[in-house]
């Protein structure tokens, strides 16, 4: 166990180093944080976390989350941005863990999967996007896809041509691995596992060959920007200043950085566990990743959160517990403590082009005509999604798609279908009079409202029922069926209180069927049966046959 | 026909004057804003607006509204605080005329009736307690039950004893008018019609007397506060100037008093028009009252929404159409040309005591009781309305009313009932295992969510099935019976062909029954029959016979 475990851990700490000092440079951070929250977090989750192969460390979408909300902090100072970036951290993991005791685990339900898929491909543009600058060797910033779009067209003629031949062969083999490594290394007789494990080296490969490429050729004299010296040894450990305006301009980037982090890393999660027939505990995960987020804050380090690439490997490679988390972590901390003056030549376009691979994968345009086929309301969500994080920025992106989403659920509750139904002859089954040939009784109106009677809805089903009274004065009786309603509310309560009376001084008399237990036992408790006009049947047929009798 | 309005218009007059005047008070506005806002904006309320009863003209809760959103404003003189006030109403109306068409009319669906409900008797609370120090002839203001409080009790030493004889006078005497009158004047031989008719008079009468009293024993030389000199003449009418600092502090406010304006009127209108056999149109009704508050704002009036009480009244005095409405115009029209210079010695405390009696009919704690027994959810939201729109003002409490009860609607629907069910023996139907003796096999796992599958609980459902599969290893096919499944959204889709992939590597397979028309078509037209493992059954019965026998 141990010695899969100890395997799952190599492979993933090949993978973790060079994505460590990647995801540090999607948020402009100093490549030696990246490592840093590698070390502790992947031991703190280990302890606290529930998934047994998740991997918690720097990851794409946070790192921009990161860049993002530090380039909207007023008056930064180079040094003063680390600090932001560890407050950061130590914020988000604050918040989850608040929302761990609390158990708000439940809050990531209201993020559609729309809204995530759409954010997530629309931040891996922008990410890829603000790594072109690197490729080119020339700077380039900016926090949407105008900002970054306008920076690189000011600076692209000084584009380094060393820079762009060392950036573009790893893009070209990287992809060329990823695309057609594992096949071709099974048809020179490697089996499948370990050709799929290789090619998840080539960031490692394309690192070491490229800073020796720049260290042989002297190439970092010809503008081609390295990493340049990388502290030796581990991160030291202390609690962050705590400086309140900060803290203040902080809090709702936290706040997004942890809701999203927690949202992917349980997505990651459970899809692992699922597999293993294991379980994680929503609550339990807030809390492991809280406390994963304040550790990197501890050491020096910028938010973390579960990586899908690293995690899979884990998983595939072999991991069966949380020990190959800190397996990998004591691995970082070699690199840390031996590695970093090798480190020294490795070219920023190398790692540039590393997340631009990684991040591809995560892009996914086709998913937008599915949702177009499949529903409309879900297609603006993720339309707008899209549109918004790439034009206005990851904040706005995911806020306004929150509420996009929230008001086209609501929107689409408060126009429920509503069917008028009549008895399908020779059955007991009451079916949509549009839809069948069916035996109805003009003295009798039967309604079948589609959806729970609330708030939202409860004008436009009383709406309904006047219509159908206003146009037909044989109607004597109306039958409210009840099969699809799952909850009545206080605001649906009164309306169909006052619908009762209303009707009744028409000499209608209101009726409900087929009432859900749940549903009649609220009813009852404020003896709603006084207030109704009618009765409240236990089936429809029931209430058909007793009142076709009268 | 004409007969019939012209008697309704006259008793709605007799009502209106002292209203006006009054509401104005509420408002901290001249009196004479109270009468201009009453004559255009019922003759243009009666040209566009659907309701043939509706009386709008100023009304209680939008006075506070106005109130509240002034004492806001910032760095505002005399001459200024009457400018944002027409330009509030114009606001509002703009609102109103973009909503009506847009179509918004569905919009005031958000608006549960608990939070209605709260916030109506919250601010009915703060308008009797704003009058309080009319009543005793000291100043006293505040835009929440702490502050009005303070201000009363800083300066309650200084009760002018003559304006508490006037105003306690006119407070018992209405009191007693409103709770037995009616009887009283009926135990006289009065018919029951006439009798609560003649009760509707009595602010006018009190108003008088008292007006009488103060000039005969020349009060307002003791320190009873009176109206003083109100412009004889009609309005004037002009554009208001267009400030755009102004218009910028002031749109969140009218979009309040748009919105409130709206439901109120409609749920007013609604319900009249019920009684009567008619119809009202949501969006005509906003295109009617957004024209009455453009036209209260170009005659120098401020916001104006339908009145309960006068519409009533209206109703019941026997207004057949909307000229009723012009007649009371005209009838207001004719008291500012002729009336005002008698209204110069009407006391202040007069009118408070008018509105106190008015709003007391619109405070109602009783039904707190009831939404308890009925439902948590909506006994919190009317709860938290109640308390933040008394203790923070009106705005925090409508604004954090409707965030708490759309968050509690997601709440709810994201752990849906979900039961176990089997067959009846005997019948078709499948019901709860807890609820019935029903034959199960053991087999078949058929789970029945009582909810649409929609982003919010699609990850509930998903844990619910898979903590049923990681406890029973017999079973072979789960069946999702899908009769209370209103819509399954895009996450739910996704989350579904997840489950089908994921049990079937387990050996299980997934089926689905009794999906409903819109649902299977949708699910349909993105060949979900392709991705799921199993099979989608029309009847449950259907699908255990079939599943049963293999």
Known sequence: MLASDLVAASIVTIMLIPQSLAYALIADLPVEVGLY????????????????TLSVAPAAIASLMTASALSE???????NYLAAAIMLAMLSGIF????????LGFLSNFLSHPLISGFITASAVLIALS??????????????????????????????????????????FLYVIKSSGETAMMKLGMKKRLASLCTK?????????????????????KGVLIVNTIPVGLPSLSIPDFNLSLIKELTLPAIFISIVG??????????????????????????????????????GGF?????????????????????????????????????????????????????????????????????REYEKSDYYTILVTILLTLFLGVEAGIMCGVILSIYLHLHRTSKPHIAKVGLLEGTEYFKNVKRHSVITDPRILTLRPDESLIFSNANYVEDSIYDYVRNDNKIAHVVIMCSAVNQVDYSALETLEKL??????????????????????????????KELSGNIYFSQFEAFNDLKET
């Open 37 to 52: 929250s590698a070390i502790l977090p992947l031991i703190v989750y280990a302890v606290f976390g529930t998934s047994r």
């Open 73 to 79: 902090v007023s008056n930064l100072h180079d040094h």
């Open 96 to 103: 989850l863990l608040l929302f761990g005791i609390l158990k």
């Open 131 to 172: 790594q072109v600058g690197h490729l080119l060797g020339i700077q380039a910033s900016g926090s949407n896809i105008i900002e970054i779009g306008q920076s690189l067209l000011l600076s692209v003629k000084s584009t380094n041509l060393y820079t762009l031949a060392i950036g573009g062969s790893v893009l070209v």
């Open 201 to 221: 080296s080539a960031p490692a490969v394309s690192a070491l060959a490229t800073l020796y490429i720049v260290y042989v050729f002297g190439l970092e004299d």
């Open 262 to 299: 927690y949202v992917e890393s349980v997505a990651i999660g459970k899809t692992l566990a699922e597999k293993r027939g294991e379980k994680i505990n929503n609550n339990q995960e807030l809390i492991g990743l809280g406390n994963a987020n304040i550790a990197s804050a501890i050491s």
């Open 303 to 371: 938010p973390v959160t579960g990586s899908l690439s690293r995690s899979m490997v884990n998983n595939d490679a072999g991991a069966v517990t949380q020990v190959s988390g800190i397996f990998a972590a004591i691995g970082v901390a070699a690199a840390s403590l031996f590695l970093t003056p090798v480190l020294f030549f490795l070219p920023k376009a190398t790692l540039a082009a590393t997340i631009i691979i990684a991040v591809s994968s995560l892009i996914d345009f086709s998913v937008i005509k599915k949702i």
């Open 500 to 529: 009762s009376i209303s009707l009744f001084e028409k000499h209608i008399t209101l009726h409900l069927s087929e009432v859900k237990g749940p549903v009649l036992d609220a009813l009852n408790r404020v003896e709603f049966n």
